[in-house]
T-cell receptor
Framework: AQKITQTQPGMFVQEKEAVTLDCTYDTSDQSYGLFWYKQPSSGEMIFLIY??????QNATEGRYSLNFQKARKSANLVISASQLGDSAMYFCAPRSGNYGQNFVFGPGTRLSVLP | GAGVSQSPSNKVTEKGKDVELRCDPISGHTALYWYRQSLGQGLEFLIY????????KSGLPSDRFSAERTGGSVSTLTIQRTQQEDSAVYLCASSLAYRRAKNIQYFGAGTRLSVL
């Protein structure tokens, strides 16, 4: 089974600072997608950002961006200008298969934003 | 509805009883997933439905777990003879399923199952 590594079980960041959450994976597929989800304490899973393995540019969505390094099988999430509401669990999830049906979540990183 | 709906939001049951968890996906989404999340843990894939294809049941932990999807829409996850280790949040997600497309999964709020 595919293994996803998120090396930082917990991280702290000062409000308004930038933070990088790490994710590495070991897929053997050449074509895949890479998703990041946020899970606040309320429990819902919120889609944040997507990167296709053949996308030429790193994905950006507002304050979220990906540092995607395909050769290293790494897709780190960068959150700029952290806000208190960013405190949550963050999950990296590579997807593969023709319809993206092979979906595996990493163990997550708990981010705490300090005022 | 606008989003994925799950019911009940909370379920407390006694060990050995059967439970049914319901998921109503986003209208038009042909793909539906069930996951389990134990306290403080990541998501564990359980089962995947895509249109009229046979479901991918590879994640079901035992034969006490089963799921069906009627009419390509609503899905029910059934756990028979519940055990304490079944206590977790059960999350349902749905997505479009276009070939080679992004197909973002959208999640429901989950059902928190407590087995006493």
């Amino acid at each position: 089974a595919q293994k996803i590594t998120q090396t930082q079980p917990g991280m702290f960041v000062q409000e308004k600072e930038a933070v990088t959450l790490d994710c590495t994976y070991d897929t053997s597929d050449q074509s895949y997608g890479l998703f990041w989800y946020k899970q606040p304490s309320s429990g819902e899973m919120i889609f944040l950002i997507y990167q296709g393995s053949y996308d030429e540019q790193n994905a950006t969505e507002g304050r979220y961006s990906l540092n995607f390094q395909k050769a290293r099988k790494s897709a780190n999430l960068v959150i700029s200008a952290s806000q208190l509401g960013d405190s949550a669990m963050y999950f990296c999830a590579p997807r593969s298969g023709n319809y993206g049906q092979n979906f595996v979540f990493g163990p997550g990183t708990r981010l705490s934003v300090l005022p | 509805g606008a989003g994925v709906s799950q019911s009940p939001s909370n379920k407390v049951t006694e060990k050995g009883k059967d439970v049914e968890l319901r998921c109503d996906p986003i209208s038009g989404h042909t793909a539906l997933y069930w996951y389990r999340q134990s306290l403080g843990q990541g998501l564990e894939f359980l089962i995947y439905f895509q249109g009229n294809s046979a479901p991918d049941k590879s994640g079901l932990p035992s034969d006490r777990f089963s799921a069906e999807r009627t009419g390509g829409s609503v899905s029910t996850l059934t756990i028979q003879r519940t055990q304490q280790e079944d206590s977790a949040v059960y999350l349902c997600a749905s997505s479009l399923a276009y070939r080679r497309a992004k197909n973002i999964q959208y999640f429901g709020a989950g059902t928190r199952l407590s087995v006493l």
